[in-house]
């Protein structure tokens, strides 16, 4: 059992996953984030490597990324920042980034080291299910890591079932086909797709992220999920002045 | 075919489909319906139609005396630049677009860099009556301006790219985008051997046209449908794959790439994939790209805009690491001058582009009776600027 498994064993309800970029807004602001953002009482975190092309993200995700690597955060320089890090915060952390920075690392090497470090983790959305399955999945599971998968409208139940067979934590549900960071409107087709996936009885808990901004996005998406993820309006938030002293007010206002 | 994707989209070690979970489903579709559409007999003949009669197929195999003479070898030239719209791009984009239409697609997207592989998306978008838009990156589209016009007077939507480094990386990035909001409706016309399985697969299959029609035309003119090079600029590596494409399994002819150096291997501006890369993932397929220790994808440089990819397609990856092709590399300099060569002693002024497998004749030695093709990939025009500069004419 990894963070993240004792967790879900624990809390089923309304839980809150914040977003963010390492080296966004600057070098070493990683962990007094984290902190901050335990503090206020989030449930775990989302910390994301920056990587030179981020696909599936929008705008305000893809800016960070490009300052974090103009701040020059690297693989190596997160893993150590977070072995600071849980010496503070106590509540599961996922590492978040694309597969190309993870393959230069080397699979198994930023598999053992993530776990070193206390990742319990890991999200990576150009990773697919077949090339994990056949090539990585040992190294996730040697080293205790949950691998996140996503699901969107168009994946169809089988599909879902297979992911749900290979996940060992919870199931990431994208609110809609988009990029990160785009507005939700909940509409009958997205209820829709939410129940259908209810209906599967899944065996792990579900997640869902894309879009949940304030506290209707994220009652709504908790209505349906264990939780819910706010990602592109929490970088936002990091471009402000003062972004340190906001973070308790951001988390209730999300919550409240 | 020995040097053929496996079922998994693999070549070797290079392939696959490294894609978010939102592109699933497009791109699963794709892989499922493919094979059986493109190779039904009422689309074959609608592709050989338009291949004959609106792109002008077969492109004609020039023997080039003059260059024949002078590398003192018999010197052909596959007439990509010959076809409608100016280059070989447009084998794919007829391809790309019958397929949609049988998909039941109602929105185009595409990316372009040079602009070529976007105005043949935005020609075969025009002649079926599909709403069409081309990604480009800024920097792109200032320097290819002409080709920008081209393809609003064809009635597409031109969408800068202005993240990363805007250029063509960034306007796949964007369009990979769009498609991740559009999974339903919007079919993505990938120019060139590169992205997800299937697509190198398939674009190869469209471009290798070239090759099938090279082998004939040479039985035709030389009583062997063998030669014993063939030579063919490489940035993704869409006209090389289509040239390579039927001699693949010919294991005698040999095979000659030419990547871009910019301005020079080691200078810190240059595209010279196979020479400065590392095994990695770029735009949907484990490839060989340009990347720094960190794994992020380095900007690539090279004067001619359809070159400077920082990866090259999956099957170019793996016929490299298996030495099936050679991969060499020719400067901008090197490029220029090839360009103003052929100009001079064949009347043809090749793209930027193509004539990097132009200049690469002048690297290699040949016995008199070899037979070497080299693929006229686009015709110079786009590229006139460019070249009134350097030799200030």
Redesign the interface.
């Given at each position: 059992m990894n963070r993240l498994n004792k967790l879900f064993a624990t809390k089923k309800d309304n839980l809150l996953s914040i977003y963010y970029t390492a080296g966004y807004p600057a070098l070493n602001t990683t962990v007094n984030i984290a902190e901050a953002l335990e503090k206020a009482g989030a449930d775990f975190l989302e910390i994301g490597f920056p990587?030179?092309?981020?696909?599936?993200d929008?705008?305000t995700i893809?800016h960070s990324s490009?300052q974090a690597?103009e701040n020059g955060m690297?693989?190596?320089l997160l893993f150590e920042e977070l072995a600071e890090l849980r010496k503070r915060v106590t509540i599961p952390i996922l590492l978040m980034g694309?597969?190309?920075?993870?393959?230069?690392?080397g699979v198994e090497r930023f598999c053992k080291k993530a776990a070193e470090v206390g990742v319990d983790g890991v999200i990576v959305?150009?990773?697919?299910m077949?090339?994990y399955e056949?090539m990585y999945a040992s190294y996730f599971i040697d080293n205790n890591l949950s691998n996140i998968?996503?699901?969107?409208p168009?994946?169809?139940e089988e599909?879902i079932r297979k992911i749900d067979e290979l996940s060992n934590s919870f199931i990431y549900l994208?609110s809609s086909?988009?990029?990160t960071g785009?507005s939700l409107q909940l509409t009958n087709s997205i209820e829709d797709y939410y129940k259908r996936v209810n209906a599967l009885e899944l065996k792990n808990p579900t997640i869902i992220g894309f879009g949940i901004s304030d506290n209707k996005t994220f009652t709504q998406a908790c209505a349906y999920a264990n939780g819910a993820i706010v990602g592109s309006k929490f970088v936002k938030l990091l471009a402000e002045d003062g972004y340190m002293e906001k973070i308790p007010g951001f988390i209730k206002g999300i919550r409240e | 075919m020995k040097y053929g994707v496996n079922e998994h989209g693999y070549y070797g070690d290079f392939g696959g489909a490294y894609i978010p979970e939102m592109l699933y489903p497009n791109v699963e579709e794709l892989r499922q319906q493919y094979l059986n559409i493109i190779s039904d007999e009422g689309f074959k003949a609608e592709f050989d139609d338009l291949l004959k009669n609106y792109v002008g197929r077969p492109s004609p195999l020039y023997h080039a005396k003059r260059y024949s003479e002078k590398y003192g070898a018999n010197i052909y030239f596959k007439r990509e630049d010959l076809n409608h719209t100016g280059s070989h791009k447009i084998n794919n984009a007829i391809g790309q677009i019958l397929l949609a239409k049988r998909l039941g697609k109602k929105r185009i997207i595409a990316e372009t860099g040079a602009g070529q592989h976007g105005v043949a998306t935005a020609t075969v978008c025009a002649l079926m009556g599909i709403e069409c838009v081309v990604y480009m990156g800024e920097i792109d589209m200032a320097r290819q301006a002409p080709n920008v016009s081209r393809m609003k007077m064809l009635g597409a939507t031109v969408m800068p790219a202005s993240s990363g480094s805007k250029t063509l990386k960034d306007a796949t990035n964007e369009a990979l985008r769009d498609w991740i909001g559009n999974p339903v409706d919007t079919h993505y016309i990938i120019g060139s051997v590169v992205g997800p399985y299937p697509y190198p697969d398939m674009v190869a299959r469209f471009q290798s046209i070239i090759s099938e029609e090279t082998k004939k035309q040479l039985l035709e003119q030389t009583g062997n449908e063998l030669p014993q090079y063939v030579l063919a600029c490489v940035g993704g590596g869409s006209n090389a794959m289509g040239m390579f494409y039927h001699f693949l399994d010919d294991e005698d002819v040999k095979l000659v790439a030419v990547e871009a150096a910019g301005k020079g291997i080691n200078s810190g501006h240059s595209a010279a994939t196979t020479f400065l890369g590392q095994e990695g993932v770029l735009h949907g397929s484990r490839t060989i790209l340009m990347q720094t220790p960190d794994g992020q994808v380095v900007e690539p440089y090279s004067i001619s805009a359809g070159l400077d990819y920082p990866g090259i397609g999956p099957q170019h990856a793996h016929l490299y690491k298996i030495n099936r092709a050679q991969y060499t590399s020719i400067t901008d300099d090197e490029a220029l001058q090839a360009g103003l060569l052929c100009s001079q002693m064949e009347g043809i002024i090749p793209a930027i582009e193509t004539a990097h497998a132009l200049a690469q004749l002048e690297k290699m030695t040949f016995k008199l009776d070899d037979t070497v093709v080299i693929c006229i990939s686009g015709r110079g025009d786009k590229d006139l600027d460019t070249y009134i500069k350097y030799f200030n004419f």
């Open positions: 990587y030179s092309d981020p696909v599936a929008g705008p893809q490009e690597l690297t693989l190596n694309y597969f190309n920075p993870i393959v230069q690392y959305p150009d990773l697919p077949y090339e056949a998968f996503l699901v969107t168009q994946t169809s599909r994208l086909s988009s990029i785009g | -």
